[in-house]
């Protein structure tokens, strides 16, 4: 549904203000304000201290679930992720697919729209590669609600108009690692990622 996790943690980086958390969203948090202090030190031609972190992704979803908590998303009620070698990652999300037809209708085929209207769970697995230095692209492997299977390319404009819809106004065909990070990757049951 959504762009895998780069999409999902984009969504979540800027808005997340701090509160009563855990342990895994204080380092969580912690690591987005080093990435911010590397980011000023660049801003202002200093040298750059080197950011690097590794969250499982038990950590990713308690860090997902108090961010939409703290900064709901518009279409998205909750995510989910599950991290596997190679950059693939396999979300589940809980979408209001009604909302993504008000706002582009026809984004879910009137085929699908028997199954794909209300507010759902989807499972959508991912893989991500970096095109360049920054540049992510997503590749949807598979998407399922319940046993049916949803097309891919349906999957992909689904997470395009979700995405536009959100207060960045993000571009899946362009997507960009957030705050400097440079480069991401995934190993067994961890996301990590490095300025």
């Not at 990652?89 to 697919?97: C, E, G, H, K, R």
Request: charged residues 25%.
């Amino acid at each position: 549904m959504i762009r895998g996790f780069i999409l999902v943690l984009s969504f979540c980086l800027p808005l997340v203000l701090p509160a009563v958390v855990g342990r895994p969203v204080e380092r969580m948090l912690g690591f987005f304000e080093s990435l911010r202090n590397a980011g000023r030190e660049q801003e202002a031609h200093r040298a750059v201290p080197h950011v690097e972190a590794r969250f499982a992704d038990g950590e990713v979803n308690e860090y997902l679930a108090y961010a939409l908590k703290t900064a709901p998303r518009p279409g998205v009620k909750s995510i989910h992720v599950e991290c596997a070698d190679g950059n693939y990652i396999a979300t589940t999300v809980v979408a209001d697919l009604d909302a993504l037809e008000r706002w582009k209708p026809g984004t879910i085929p009137p085929a699908l729209r028997w199954a794909l209207s209300g507010t759902k769970t989807l499972r959508v697995d991912v893989r991500f590669r970096q095109s360049t230095d920054r540049l992510v692209g997503l590749t949807v492997e598979k998407a399922y609600y319940q046993d049916l299977r949803v097309p891919a390319l349906v999957v992909q404009e689904m997470m395009r108009t979700l995405a536009a819809r959100q207060p960045e106004h993000y571009d899946t065909n362009n997507l960009t690692l957030p705050m400097g990070l440079r480069r991401m990757w995934t190993t067994g049951r961890t996301i990590s990622a490095t300025n």
